[in-house]
């Protein structure tokens, strides 16, 4: 097993940047994938960010983020970041970080095995 701790998060104008933290502890960190999800309000959880098992990986991202947002894990920390600049009221919503064993990327929430308690983002207008 894994849990995971998400930090990082508040209130930000748009335009701005935030990074994310998730801090990993339990089970080895680098079996896992990592991602990142968000909730808004009144709506589902969706897939933002993923991340492969190496330090280095291959990574994915929704459309709505690809560009403006960088996920990247530091394997020796067992820390996964999500790097958030050209932040939008849109992104305003619960960040969660997400753990799956074994190697393929997923942008699936099912797929997932692991969560960590969620982090607040808000971006004002």
């Known amino acids: 097993q894994v849990q995971l701790v998400e930090s990082g998060g508040g209130l930000v104008q748009a335009g701005g940047s935030l990074r994310l933290s998730c801090a990993a502890s339990g089970r080895s960190f680098s079996s896992y994938v990592m991602a990142w999800f968000r909730q808004a309000p009144g709506k589902e959880r969706e897939f933002v960010a993923a991340?492969?098992?190496?330090?280095?990986?291959?990574?994915s991202y929704a459309d709505s983020v690809k560009g403006r947002f960088t996920i990247s894990r530091d394997n020796a920390e067992n820390t996964v970041y999500l790097q958030m600049n050209s932040l939008k009221p849109e992104d305003t919503a619960v960040y969660y970080c997400?753990?799956?064993?074994?190697?393929?990327?997923?942008?699936?929430?099912?797929?997932?095995?692991?969560w960590g308690q969620g982090t607040q983002i808000t971006v004002s207008s």
């Open positions: 991340v492969s098992r190496r330090s280095s990986g291959t990574t």
């Open positions: 997400a753990a799956r064993d074994g190697f393929i990327l997923s942008t699936t929430l099912n797929n997932y095995d692991y």
